[in-house]
Nanobody, 124 residues
Framework: QVQLVESGGGLVQPGGSLRLSCAAS????????IGWFRQAPGKEREAVSC????????YYADSVKGRFTISKDYAKNTLYLQMSSLNPEDTAVYYC?????????????????WGRGTLVTVSS
């Protein structure tokens, strides 16, 4: 069964850090662009980050650049998102998604597979 399962969300204070994980099964992340998007309550989906399958290039939304780091463990077939300096505007459900190219992941369109999401709440 092809699926992505996110984990690692939770409640964190402003300025804190969290690491999200996305475990893939039924397919290899080696052959897909893989990344994250998020959706805050009452807002539209927003691209967060992506890592390309071709050369490992990484892409970040301006809102998270310098604070978030995307990485992939090929042996574990797992994607990560290290988040630091979190602020309340980062509160959202975070989804991982796979597509042919990062433009699709970042555009949140033509996704091959995506997970159910993990909730991140940044609050004091």
């Amino acid at each position: 069964q092809v699926q992505l399962v996110e984990s690692g969300g939770g409640l964190v204070q402003p300025g804190g850090s969290l690491r999200l994980s996305c475990a893939a099964s039924g397919f290899s992340l080696d052959y897909y662009a893989i990344g994250w998007f998020r959706q805050a309550p009452g807002k539209e989906r927003e691209a967060v980050s992506c890592i390309a399958s071709t050369d490992g290039s990484t892409y970040y939304a301006d809102s998270v650049k310098g604070r978030f780091t995307i990485s992939k463990d090929y042996a574990k077939n797992t994607l990560y998102l290290q988040m630091s300096s979190l602020n309340p505007e980062d509160t959202a459900v975070y989804y991982c998604a796979a597509a042919s190219v990062c433009a699709q992941v970042l555009g949140v369109r033509s996704l091959e597979v995506w997970g159910r999401g993990t909730l991140v709440t940044v609050s004091s």
